[in-house]
């Protein structure tokens, strides 16, 4: 019995970690088609661009309504309609033969996708006790990196030449998980906190849902502003690169190569640059024993992540590009050359150590921003809390995706490319500077409101207690 209860429970946390990944599947698909979609519908490179930056800011909106409504009613039946409507908006996109059927498609699925991240944080935030919260927080986070990374593989190689195919099997793969779901585990709310352990124990639940006179409440806990507000400026610099691939394709295109095969390399160069993001993990565990040593530990690991990849990713983005690929190479062995040339080609070799270790350097941020608001919130607040602060990722990714087109555009008239692409992100990284500087704010404020937060929790279980005997 206890083994069937363990397994249901595993099956659970994983089921979350990994279907949430799958809105960041979505992101990472597009910008690799940017150049065969506008040439299918007729408009601009920059138009579809636009159009990931819109999705970037509809999806961090309408996490808001669904993560408010999930702190308090019934997430998974949320959750399952969410990917729903994501997975019937990216069918459409396969659909649409014109720019405006297109953008009103990723609209639609940016709307389902808002549930994904925002109501499924609240379920595995109550499925993990604080001991083992940067581990599995680091999963989360990790889970949302690989997404990225399989979005941009299945754009780049499954659409290469046709670029419906990703979104036809992503949409499949929406209906999946949506029965994934149903075999889920039903998650009380507060059930991993040691302070309410006691309660659910004595067959009481913890009966508090968010209201809207909590909001106060929330901007008045001070390292909540610091986690909001960081977001701002770290996802214009994460918004920015999206633009990866079309970096490396551009220097694929600088050295003589066709725009299919231009295609492939950007897709599979980026991923590959992209790899440290794995290393999120470590800056989970890391953030969990220095927090044990030191409260607001979790910050500051986050904070030196940030600062010190900034000069690592400045340097990636001006290394040379040298590969040697046939002309006519099919799709296997352009990638199998991209491959081999990480061992056989120094400047990619060294490239590829640079970008592993940038990426996980600022792959510390997010499973410590993920455990930073589960430690200061009590339950009812997180799911609310996570969309607030993913609102204004939003707005900062959107604005750095959106941006920084506008910045490889207006420096392309002094520079060709991708010298104009390269110096357009190298730019951007300077928004990581006030990322860390927050970060170290909210290392000053985090002891006070975990403490407060216990506090407040145990003393809800003392009540609760009381009246259910």
Known sequence: MCLSIGVHRIYTVVAFIVLASLDNVAIGLVPPLYTPIAADLGVSTSRIGFVTAASFLVTAIAAVVWAYYGDRTDRKRLLMAGTLIWSGGMYLSTL???YPAFFGAQMLASLGLGAVGSVGFSVVSDLISPRRRGLVMSLWGLSQGVGTLAGTALGGILGAKDWHRP??????????ATIAYLFTQEVRRGQSEPELRALFEAGG????????????????????????????????????????????????????????????????????????????????????????????????????????AVPLYIGLFFLPLRIDIPENAGTGAVVGAVLTSVFTEPTIGVSFLVALLALALSSANSPNWFALI?????????GTVYSIGNLVNGVGRAAGNGLVGAAFQALSRALPPP????TGLAVFQLFFIPTGIM???????????????????????????????
């Not at 200061?376 to 607040?381: G, K, M």
């Not at 290392?443 to 809800?460: F, G, H, I, N, Q």
């Open 96 to 98: 649409s033969d014109a």
């Open 419 to 422: 010298v104009n692409i390269a």
């Open 205 to 308: 639940e913890y009966e508090h849902r968010i209201s809207a006179g909590d909001l106060p409440a929330i901007a008045r806990r001070r390292t909540n502003i610091w986690l909001v507000a960081q977001g701002l400026t770290a996802q214009v610099v994460f918004g920015s690169l999206v633009w990866l691939p079309q970096l490396f394709q551009a220097k694929a295109q600088a050295l003589g190569y066709a725009e299919s095969i231009s295609i492939v390399m950007g897709s599979v160069f980026a991923i590959l640059f992209q790899l440290g993001g794995v290393l999120s993990i470590l800056g989970g565990l890391v953030g969990d024993r220095v927090q044990r040593r030191r409260p607001g530990g979790r910050a500051l690991v986050a904070s030196a992540g940030i600062l010190t």
């Open 374 to 382: 589960t430690e200061v919130n009590p339950p009812e607040h997180r």
């Open 167 to 176: 979104m036809a099997v992503l949409s499949v793969v929406g209906v999946v």
């Open 439 to 469: 970060y170290y704010l909210a290392s000053r404020t985090a002891p006070r409101d975990t403490t407060e937060v216990r506090e407040l929790l145990d003393t809800r279980s003392r009540g609760e207690r009381l009246f259910t005997g």
